[in-house]
T-cell receptor
Framework: GAGVSQSPSNKVTEKGKDVELRCDPI?????LYWYRQRLGQGLEFLIY????????KSGLPSDRFSAERTGESVSTLTIQRTQQEDSAVYLCASSVTGGDTEAFFGQGTRLTVV | GNSVTQMEGPVTLSEEAFLTINCTYTATGYPSLFWYVQYPGEGLQLLLKATKADDKGSNKGFEATYRKETTSFHLEKGSVQVSDSAVYFCALSARGSNDYKLSFGAGTTVTVRA
């Protein structure tokens, strides 16, 4: 595709349910990032994939959060037993090689936990 | 670890005013520095970048110079327009360390009034 695609664009879920967010990066981009943006706040790093290297999971806030990436393709971010504080926009970005190459962002998934 | 501190907003200006948004950083390795912008209703996009000391990034009338001696990357524009209203994020990634991920500042909301 032409850009980074995220789905769904909006998700409303009940507290305690699991949710899965999807990111389709730009073809050929080896680096993929997930960030969380709470209302009116900055970008909080969650996880970073770079090629076949072990992902940098240092930003995942708890063991309820996990992410996978299939090769250099699709990534899914899973949040188990959602809590109200998980409500935020979840942003995915990809770049050619990571580091100082430009990161292209998707439109995000707005998650609301009720 | 790597971190970015940027001027808190919100910032409100009149058209044709001069804009400065301060950004300072802490990093190991050899950081590359970025400014990303988020226009209302749109995704984040790269505004400009600089990959080594004394480099100047520029785009759309905005400029920022990589100052290693002051660990700063302040964003400036000499004459803002209403269309510059957006949230601006300073970011870095650091080669030469294990921390290649993009680290973002908290963002600065800029509103330009006609």
């Amino acid at each position: 595709g032409a850009g980074v695609s995220q789905s769904p664009s909006n998700k409303v879920t009940e507290k305690g349910k699991d949710v899965e967010l999807r990111c389709d990066p730009i073809s050929g981009h080896t680096a993929l990032y997930w960030y969380r943006q709470r209302l009116g706040q900055g970008l909080e790093f969650l996880i970073y994939f770079q090629g076949n290297s072990a992902p940098d999971k240092s930003g995942l806030p708890s063991d309820r959060f996990s992410a996978e990436r299939t090769g250099e393709s699709v990534s899914t971010l899973t949040i188990q037993r959602t809590q109200q504080e998980d409500s935020a926009v979840y942003l995915c970005a990809s770049s050619v090689t990571g580091g100082d190459t430009e990161a292209f962002f998707g439109q995000g998934t707005r998650l609301t936990v009720v | 670890g790597n971190s970015v501190t940027q001027m808190e907003g919100p910032v409100t200006l009149s058209e044709e005013a001069f804009l400065t948004i301060n950004c300072t950083y802490t990093a190991t390795g050899y950081p590359s520095l970025f400014w990303y912008v988020q226009y209302p209703g749109e995704g984040l996009q790269l505004l400009l970048k600089a990959t080594k000391a004394d480099d100047k990034g520029s785009n759309k009338g905005f400029e920022a110079t990589y100052r290693k001696e002051t660990t700063s990357f302040h964003l400036e524009k000499g004459s803002v327009q209403v269309s510059d209203s957006a949230v601006y994020f300073c970011a870095l990634s650091a080669r030469g360390s294990n921390d290649y991920k993009l680290s973002f500042g908290a963002g600065t909301t800029v509103t330009v009034r006609a």
